[in-house]
């Protein structure tokens, strides 16, 4: 019988351990620490806990309720359908600008659904919480592959569409895509997958990302790479804790405010005032 994998990947991982494009000012590997060598301690577990911003709430929330319009067809050409869908995510309970900029989205969305007669394979609500793990197993890596998507679509016989959903500022970082576009290779081998973003505040979409079956392998060794990495640090962790900066080093600047370890991070240039 084969020993567990224990290794893991995900995009999540792979935007911890490494910067998006034009982002490396802004990427400190002490965060990482924060959250997947020192989740336990009590500080640490405080504000991971509380560590939902508005911004993310929001598009929590506005892909809830594209789920809600397409779960409850009706929804879409009610004239009270925003108010139905609102009413199923309690938005009467949350702040002021959460539940109008929700509201702006839903409005859009119903004005302009980009799912409608779309054939749907796969649709999230968003707080399922961990999808099962995809196991991988090669000569040279072997790991656990977490995607959760947003939509799924059947294009066509033999092509799946994979779209996903953002809110706000937030950019397309096309790592995202590439994990959702192997997990598709294990997931739905009988299709090609191309996979896109859709910005459902600004009714923006991103063009289609495609790659070619030699590509995807390089990403999949990749993340085999990363999963690697990230438990050798761990372990150097668990072994020595006074290294934690050594292990993951500090990129301390005015990002550090919109970290939520700064109150507890010795190297952060941004105090609470």
Known sequence: MSSPVRLFASYHLWSLVAPASGQQRLHCQMRRGFIKARQDEPKVKAL????????????????????????????????????????????????????????????????????????????????????????????????????????????????????????????????????????????YPRYQAIASFYNLEMGKKSHVITVSNSQLSLVEYHLGYIAEKHQKDLQKYRQNQKSFARIFPPNPGNHCRFCPFHSICDFSVYQDE
């Open 48 to 187: 991971l806990k509380g560590k939902v911003t508005a911004s993310q709430r929001i598009g929590l929330l506005a892909q809830k309720g594209v789920y809600e319009f397409h779960h409850n067809r009706n929804l879409l050409n009610s004239v009270d359908g925003v108010e139905k869908v609102a009413r199923l995510l309690k938005l009467g309970n949350l702040a002021d600008e959460i539940q109008q900029r929700v509201r702006q989205i839903l409005q859009k969305y119903q004005n302009a659904p980009l799912l409608l007669n779309k054939r749907i394979m796969l649709l999230t609500r968003g707080d399922e919480g961990f999808p099962k793990p995809i196991v991988i197993e090669r000569e040279d890596y072997r790991f656990r592959l977490y995607a959760a998507m947003d939509c799924v679509l059947n294009e066509s016989e033999n092509t799946l569409h994979i779209i996903d959903f953002k809110t706000g500022k937030s950019f397309f970082d096309r790592r995202q895509a590439l994990v959702y576009l192997l997990a598709a290779r294990y997931l």
